[in-house]
């Protein structure tokens, strides 16, 4: 008889990884907004894989990086946290460049986790204990995204320079080696996501459906429709606006929605309106396609000075 497994999965690394694109890869959707710019992904995002005989919920999360701002310590907090309570951690790097402190940093604190969730599964406190037989001892899988941009030569090196980097934790850490497998993958071409998806699968215990079938993400509406005006803003504004830029529904009295776009400063107001509005005008028909028919989205700028730096707006954005 099979058995029906579940559980959580963390994906993470630093900034512009690759991590929102893959976990909407794994779950086929589109479930959490992805730019070229660093810090797109600002709060913990879940998507959900069923399966015939699991269900995969993917928490992507914010990247770890250093923090410069109260918003990016709280999105470091996030991540820091959301290797708490899951079942299988999954640390990604890009194959492009080099292994640099950032993904030490990442590796360390994947590692950190697996080895104490071995641990506890040697105690019997596992949430799989006694399950051993099936779910094996807990694993680091590491990914390394972005193989479409350089060779197999360029890939090699990468997993040979990311093994030492765990070898040497392992050492500092005077333990056993904890167990670790690798995975080349495209995340936008797809190539190696089917048998990084096989091997989470096989690494989650027995366990519930956690969501409804039919549901993909935890993301109440109003914050997916923000973050999907914030998505289409970033892809068309300059480099120094992102990280001014916050996004939140106001109002939603469907088919009317109301999404106000905070900046920092007024010359940044004039940015995102645009050339006689174009670039607001753009923002709400690409995020309308989006939305289920009929929606009615409305679209306001307003400055917030330094909304980053302060606690208080950060608690009304829901940060
Ligand atoms: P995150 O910050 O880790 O969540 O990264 P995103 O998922 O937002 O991706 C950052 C950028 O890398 C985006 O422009 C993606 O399109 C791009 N990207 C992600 N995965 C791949 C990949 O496998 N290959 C290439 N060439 N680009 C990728
Ligand atoms: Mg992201």
């Known amino acids: 008889m099979t058995v029906f497994r579940s559980g959580f999965v963390a994906v993470v690394g630093r900034p512009n990884v690759g991590k929102s694109t893959l976990v909407n890869a794994m779950v086929g959707t589109k479930v959490t907004i992805t730019s070229p710019r660093p810090n797109t992904t600002r709060s913990q995002v879940r998507g959900v894989l069923n399966l015939p005989d699991a269900q995969v919920v993917f928490v992507d999360t914010p990247g770890l990086h250093k923090p410069r701002t109260a918003l990016g310590e709280r999105m470091n907090e996030s991540a820091t946290a959301s290797l708490d309570d899951v079942d299988v951690v999954v640390a990604m790097v890009e194959a492009t460049g080099a292994v640099g402190p950032g993904d030490r940093m990442v590796l360390a604190q994947s590692a950190r986790r697996v080895r104490s969730m071995a641990r506890a599964a040697a105690l019997g406190h596992g949430r799989d204990a006694g399950d051993d037989a099936q779910t094996g001892d807990p694993t680091l899988l590491v990914v390394v995204n972005k193989i479409d941009r350089v060779g197999g030569d360029g890939v090699l090196t990468h997993l040979t320079a990311v093994a030492d980097v765990i070898r040497v934790l ?105 050339k006689g509005g174009t670039t607001l005008k753009e923002v709400g028909i690409a995020v309308r396609k989006q939305m289920p028919p009929g929606a009615y989205l409305e679209l306001f700028v307003r400055v917030e000075k330094r909304w980053q730096h302060r606690e208080d707006a950060l608690d009304r954005l829901g940060f």
Request: glycine share 8%; with cysteine.
């Open 170 to 274: 392992d050492e500092g850490d005077g333990e056993l080696p904890i167990p670790v497998e690798y995975f080349p993958v495209s995340a936008t071409s797809g190539e190696g996501v089917a048998g990084l998806v096989d091997a989470v699968v096989a690494r989650l215990p027995e366990g519930p459906r956690y969501y409804p079938e039919g549901m993909v993400t935890d993301v109440a509406e109003a914050f997916w429709v923000a973050d999907l005006v914030r998505e289409e803003l970033l892809h068309r504004v300059q480099d120094e606006l992102p990280h001014s830029i916050a996004c939140r529904v106001s109002e939603w009295e469907w088919p009317r929605v109301r999404c106000e776009i905070l900046v920092e400063r007024d010359s940044q107001k004039g940015i995102v309106i645009g």
